[in-house]
């Protein structure tokens, strides 16, 4: 089984400033990575995956985020935030390799940009 | 329109009461999956179809939830017997293939609340 572990539930950044937003996951078997974003009243996003190869992925909306074996982790970063990212932002994870397709969630990470 | 349709969007429906939630997918696409997202929560899986097989009804939390998706296409989601506890967001995704590497779509999701 899987688990994805969102450390901050809520991250409040000035605009233009940068952000990280962590998750750590635990897998008994190899995964695949995903970040997704929720605006208010709206369905989930895809900002980007790693599924295999280069470490770091670049997303839509300037997001890109870095795959850490070793530490289990895949942060997603922004070197620069606009309000209209003010958001929930979900990290999941998917078994890899012909694995179940349903996707496991973190609780979630609500950023908010402040002018 | 091009994306997941889920309707109704809002849902209020008294203790006891059987309510049934649907969801349009993509055009084309194999697979779908039902999840409940509880307030302040990351979205939890429910239930997994490909085409008309329902595969994976590993989550759904009692006896009280069901799905189908006769054709393949159009699923629907019904809870017997409402309680306050599943009052919740339920979101439908659609995906192309059977595999765990495929991007999902989500739908907006269905509001439900028991009272």
């Known amino acids: 089984a899987q688990s994805v572990t969102q450390l901050d539930s809520q991250v409040p950044v000035f605009e233009e400033a940068p952000v990280e937003l962590r998750c750590n996951y635990s897998s008994s078997v190899s995964v695949y990575l995903f970040w997704y974003v929720q605006y208010p009243n709206q369905g989930l996003q895809l900002l980007l995956k790693?599924?295999?190869?280069?470490?770091l992925v670049k997303g839509i909306n300037g997001f890109e985020a870095e795959f850490n074996k070793s530490q289990t982790s895949f942060h997603l970063r922004k070197p620069s935030v606009h309000i209209s990212d003010t958001a929930e932002y979900f990290c999941a994870v998917s078994e890899a390799q012909g694995g179940s397709e349903k996707l496991v969630f973190g609780k979630g990470t609500k950023l908010t940009v402040n002018p | 329109g091009a994306g997941v349709s889920q309707s109704p969007r809002y849902k209020v429906a008294k203790r006891g009461q059987d309510v049934a939630l649907r969801c349009d997918p993509i055009?084309?696409?194999?697979?779908l999956f039902w999840y409940q997202q509880a307030l302040g929560q990351g979205p939890e899986f429910l239930t997994y179809?490909?085409?008309?097989?329902?595969?994976?009804k590993s989550g759904l939390p009692s006896d009280r939830f069901f799905a189908e998706r006769p054709e393949g296409s159009v699923s629907t989601l019904k809870i017997q017997r409402t309680q306050q506890e599943d009052s919740a967001v339920y979101l439908c995704?659609?995906?192309?293939?059977?595999?765990?590497?495929?991007?999902?779509?989500f739908g907006q999701g269905t509001r439900l609340t028991v009272v």
């Open positions: 790693y599924l295999s190869g280069s470490t």
């Open positions: 995704a659609s995906s192309s293939s059977g595999r765990s590497n495929t991007e999902a779509f």
């Open positions: 055009s084309g696409h194999v697979s």
């Open positions: 179809f490909q085409n008309e097989a329902q595969l994976d």
